[in-house]
């Protein structure tokens, strides 16, 4: 089992940036890729980003491409996700989510074993 807690959301105006962490716990020891979700009210969960274990390969959602940098510190057990440029449209429930992988970066909510219980990040205009 891998435990997962997400932190750093909060409020902050239209152009701004914010930094949300998510700490692994667990079975840490095997090689997982780890992504970033989110989701807005009435709205489905969506890929936002995504890093293979080694941190050489990341995905990111055309709607943030640019916008933010997904990254990961494995001594730490953390991934990060630094949001610039904050649009009200980011406003969502942030989860980050883990995978047994050896190397690929899953898209698709439904192929991650693993979710964290979401960190509220809201964009002011």
């Known amino acids: 089992q891998v435990h997962l807690v997400e932190s750093g959301g909060g409020l902050v105006q239209a152009g701004g940036s914010l930094r949300v962490s998510c700490v692994a716990s667990?079975?840490?020891?095997?090689?997982?890729?780890m992504g970033w979700f989110r989701q807005a009210p009435g709205k489905e969960r969506e890929f936002v980003a995504a890093?293979?274990?080694?941190?050489?390969?990341?995905s990111y959602a055309g709607s943030v491409k640019g916008r933010f940098t997904i990254s990961r510190d494995n001594a730490k057990n953390t991934v990060y996700l630094q949001m610039n440029s904050l649009k009200p449209e980011d406003t969502a429930v942030y989860y980050c989510?883990?995978?047994?992988?050896?190397?690929?970066?899953?898209?698709?909510?439904?192929?991650?074993?693993?979710w964290g219980q979401g960190t509220q990040v809201t964009v002011s205009s």
């Open positions: 989510a883990a995978v047994a992988s050896t190397g690929w970066v899953p898209t698709f909510s439904t192929q991650y074993d693993y």
């Open positions: 667990g079975r840490t020891g095997s090689s997982y890729s």
């Open positions: 890093i293979s274990w080694s941190g050489g390969i990341t």
